[in-house]
């Protein structure tokens, strides 16, 4: 990911250093090599599956598994303009609580303090999407509370996700998500955060615009 739209600070500095950079023409023309490559392997899975069954549809389930891989490849490695504004502190939680809700958890949301964080959502909605899509942990019939919580100097805003849920094995496709994830919130100027002792399951922290 490349930063494109903000004035770079010491923390961006920083996270600039780790980012791939990578030319925009030569990302699309890998990218249609690659989807021409699975269309020809899915074709195939799909004839292995009718002749054969079982081993068919464990080929198709690995070419699901390669092609989510590849989508967060793409992903991690496609420019990102960010462009953080001052942000309603209760419209993050209930953003994160709609993606957690998608996937089948149970969640309310608890009253915390309501300063402005700087975010830019259309970027946060779609770590929160990655954070969702995730599948380290099972998330359905999950009961969860999302808690918005100040630190002692009035700098950040910790949104928390507290409760239980039933872990699973991480796949790599899990893995790589929450990588872009968190690499999204960084860029912002945040912070995520997973299953720390006081932020319960993960916990996504954010700057006080002003």
Known sequence: MQETARTPTEGDTRAAEQLVALRPD??????HAVGNLLQRMHH??????????????RLQATL?????????FFDYVSPVEVQVRPT??????????????GH????????GPAPLVLADPRTLS????LLGQATAREWDGALLAIVAAGDPAGE??????????VPALASAASVLATAVARRLIELQGGELREQGAASGLLAVVLPVAG
Request: proline residues 3%.
């Open 26 to 31: 030569v990302l699309n023309d890998v990218e």
């Open 44 to 57: 195939a899975a799909r004839a292995a599956s009718a002749d054969a069954g079982a081993p068919g549809e």
């Open 104 to 111: 089948g958890a149970v969640v309310t949301v608890e009253p």
């Open 64 to 72: 699901d598994e390669l092609e989510r891989l590849l989508e967060l």
């Open 156 to 165: 950040r805003v910790e949104f928390q996700v507290r409760g239980s849920a």
């Open 126 to 129: 779609r770590s929160f999407a």
């Open 88 to 101: 309603d502190a209760a419209r993050i939680a209930d953003s994160l609580a709609a993606q957690l809700r």
